[in-house]
């Protein structure tokens, strides 16, 4: 696991109150409402420094955290 996947896993991880999550998970799957999607999406740019543009956070191209480190990759 690289940095940036770690970095995403444990906001993820708090944000969702979930110790069980791995990269690969559907994050929708976990429970997670649009208050927290937002919550760790905000965390996620704070903590990388970037603004992810709003049609790629409500697209379908979001569906696991894999799919979220990608996007920061891009950014």
């Known amino acids: 696991m690289n940095g940036t996947e770690e970095i995403v896993l444990n906001i993820a ?3 969702l109150n ?5 990269l690969d ?3 929708f799957d976990e429970k ?8 760790l999406i905000v965390e996620l740019e704070e903590a990388f ?10 697209s379908d191209q979001i569906e696991s955290l894999r ?4 996007i920061i ?3």
């Open 49 to 58: 420094g970037i603004e992810i543009e709003d049609e790629v956070l409500f």
């Open 18 to 22: 979930n110790t069980y999550l791995t």
């Open 73 to 75: 990759s891009i950014n």
């Open 67 to 70: 799919d979220l480190i990608e």
């Open 32 to 39: 997670m409402d649009s208050l927290m999607y937002l919550n």
């Open 13 to 15: 991880i708090r944000v």
């Open 25 to 27: 998970d559907i994050i």
